[in-house]
């Protein structure tokens, strides 16, 4: 199976500053990444798919970048709607597996 | 507009069974590849299983495949998860997604989410 990591873990950060969550994968998997946003009690929301498409409705703000084994995903200047949980998710082969998470909290 | 909505979810002993359903509205179910996703309490995100548009392709995680199987009705709009010996390691929301990607491909990633159906296996 392929093994996601994001890093880091959690980060701290203020509305208006530029944020970067990295994920790298265990193997080769070209552009098959996505990105998701979750807040507390909620079902994940799409934001990135094939690393750098964004998802229709999603504000211009987030980007993403990558290909083979390490991407990031860049959120220019956060709102504070963006403190959430991001999760990367790997599609290149089966089992689909996802990053543990990177928790994006307000300093 | 696309809703998909979970049901079926419920506290459950050990070595049972239940069924999981998922309705889909607003788009037609039959051109997307669907998923199921679960989330244990506190933890992260854990991919489950994904049915092709037609049924015909499925794909299980590790930790599930014979105990757990995706099926879909596309003509009565709905996907299923039928889960047998059930585990205490199974507790979990459970989320149905629809893949954003069309056939040929069956997996790219989930567009939308139903709000969860939260499973509890427990003596």
């Known amino acids: 199976d392929i093994q996601m990591t994001q890093s880091p873990s959690s980060v701290s950060a203020s509305v208006g500053d530029r944020v970067t969550i990295t994920c790298r994968a265990s193997?080769?998997?070209?552009?098959?990444l996505a990105w998701y946003q979750q807040k507390p009690g909620k079902a994940p929301k799409l934001l990135i798919y094939a690393a750098s498409s964004l998802q229709s409705g999603v504000p211009s703000r987030f980007s993403g970048s990558g290909s083979g084994t390490d991407f990031t995903l860049t959120i220019s200047s956060l709102q504070p709607e963006d403190f959430a949980t991001y999760y990367c998710q790997q599609a290149n082969s089966f089992p689909l597996t996802f990053g543990q998470g990177t928790r994006l909290e307000i300093k | 507009q696309v809703q998909l909505v979970e049901s079926g979810g419920g506290v459950v002993q050990p070595g049972r069974s239940l069924r999981l359903s998922c309705a889909a509205s607003?788009?037609?179910?039959?051109?997307?590849?669907m998923h199921w996703v679960r989330q244990a309490p506190g933890k992260g995100l854990e991919w489950v299983a994904v049915?092709?548009?037609?049924?015909?392709?499925?794909y299980y995680a590790d930790s599930v495949k014979g105990r757990l199987t995706i099926s879909r009705d596309n003509s009565m709009n709905t996907l299923y998860l039928q889960m047998n010996s059930l585990r205490v390691e199974d507790t979990a929301v459970y989320y149905c997604a629809r893949d954003v990607a069309t056939p040929p491909n069956t997996a790219v990633a989930g567009d939308y989410w139903g709000q969860g159906t939260l499973v509890t296996v427990s003596s």
């Open positions: 193997q080769g998997i070209s552009s098959w």
């Open positions: 049915v092709s548009n037609d049924g015909s392709k499925k």
């Open positions: 607003g788009f037609t179910l039959s051109s997307y590849a």
